[in-house]
């Protein structure tokens, strides 16, 4: 008996450690839209990326800056990644030590959706999505750096 | 007042409105796409005036990194297979600046023209002046042009289908339904569409 417990404590310290890793959350197109029109008091950035995007990847330590510096902010990368191989992405946030919530949009009729997230989007990414306390959209597509960031905010505030 | 000042206003707010929310650059279907002259992977160089038997064109903003590019390239051949004979080649034109994606090299396109034995013209857009011109945003993006007289006039733009992942489960096929339509001298059920792409990279002026 005691021979079977002890890898079975390890089965479960190691399964354990993983729930410590950080979140990656799969969903749907809906449940994007919902996250969206939740209401928050905070200006919400919700930036589009994927792990192959090489301008997405560069300019999420900017993201991340904001982030943490401003309290009035929060934000949600919303990965555009194979959904059927989110260990790409789950792998991307360990390694780079992603601070922020991570969600995988994993719905392939783009067209369908597209226009819903904003009709200036022609769909290449980076782009960027935010929403104010009050509901308001604005939204902007390609590269932002630390200065665009805080422009952008500053305008929303 | 006077009626016919009252009618002016109303058309210039008209035209701004349109103007507006229509008013980005490149083309929109209806218009009439230039020509260009590019270099394709075999070295000469690709125009479409030179393809005096096509009745038209799929041109497709691709390049050889983009993984939704990777993920169509069979069935760009496959759309190529189905429409050059009957009068519509695709010509693929990478736009993107080598500087800024070194993977898009000339050198790159030829290599892999010749891995996947692309049945297509290849041709790299190292200006990006055609690609300005035709207002393009990202790879993989379609333009079907269809040539009425000596004009070459936007018919689709946009995504060759709905799936990129697998061509098994799509269940909208964009290109195809826009080719039939043409071909059978109907109106394009869907005009334009959109899709999650690469961004094209531009070159730093």
Same mark, same amino acid.
């Given at each position: ?79 555009? +990644? &194979? ?10 946030? %360990? !390694?780079?030590?992603?601070?922020? *919530?991570?969600? #995988?949009? +994993? &719905? ?10 904003? %009709? !200036?989007?022609?769909?290449?990414? *980076?782009?960027? #999505? ?28 | ?205």
């Amino acid at each position: 008996m005691r021979t079977l417990l002890i890898p079975l404590i390890f089965i479960f310290l190691s399964s354990y450690s993983n729930l410590e890793a950080p979140v990656m959350k799969v969903i749907s197109f809906d449940e994007f839209e919902a996250m969206t029109k939740a209401k928050s008091d905070k200006i919400r950035i919700f930036n589009f990326w994927a792990t192959w995007c090489a301008p997405c990847v560069k300019e999420m330590p900017d993201f991340e800056k904001v982030n943490a510096d401003d309290p009035s902010v929060e934000l949600y990368f919303i990965s555009m +990644d &194979d959904g059927r191989k989110p260990e790409r992405v789950t792998n991307f946030i %360990e !390694k780079r030590g992603i601070e922020a *919530p991570v969600y #995988l949009l +994993d &719905d392939v009729d783009f067209n369908s959706w597209i226009d819903k997230v904003s %009709e !200036k989007w022609s769909g290449a990414i *980076p782009a960027t #999505l935010f929403v104010t306390p009050d509901g308001k959209r604005h939204f902007h597509e390609g590269v932002m750096d630390h200065a665009a960031l805080k422009s952008t905010l500053g305008q929303l505030k | 007042m006077n009626m016919n000042t009252h009618h002016f206003t109303c058309l210039l707010i008209a035209l701004m409105v349109s103007l507006s929310a229509f008013g980005q650059d490149g083309y929109q279907v209806g218009d009439k796409a230039s020509d260009f002259k590019l270099k394709n992977v075999d070295g000469t160089y690709v125009s479409m005036a030179d393809h005096e038997d096509a009745e038209g064109f799929l041109v497709i903003f691709s390049c050889n990194t983009c993984p939704y590019v990777v993920a169509y390239e069979d069935r760009m051949i496959a759309l190529h297979n189905q429409f050059a004979p009957k009068g519509y080649p695709v010509i693929a034109i990478n736009p993107n600046d080598d500087k800024a994606s070194p993977g898009d090299s000339f050198e790159k396109m030829k290599e892999r023209a010749k891995n996947k034995d692309f049945p297509f013209a290849y041709v790299y857009d190292e200006t990006q002046e055609t690609t300005k011109k035709y207002g393009a945003t990202n790879t993989p993006q379609v333009y079907l042009l269809e040539k009425e007289g000596e004009d070459y006039v936007v018919k689709y733009i946009g995504a060759i289908d709905n799936n990129y992942q697998d061509a098994s489960s799509v269940t909208k096929k964009y290109v195809e339904d826009a080719m039939d339509a043409v071909l059978t001298g109907d109106d394009v059920p869907e005009k334009k569409t959109k899709a999650v792409g690469c961004t094209i990279k531009w070159r730093k002026s």
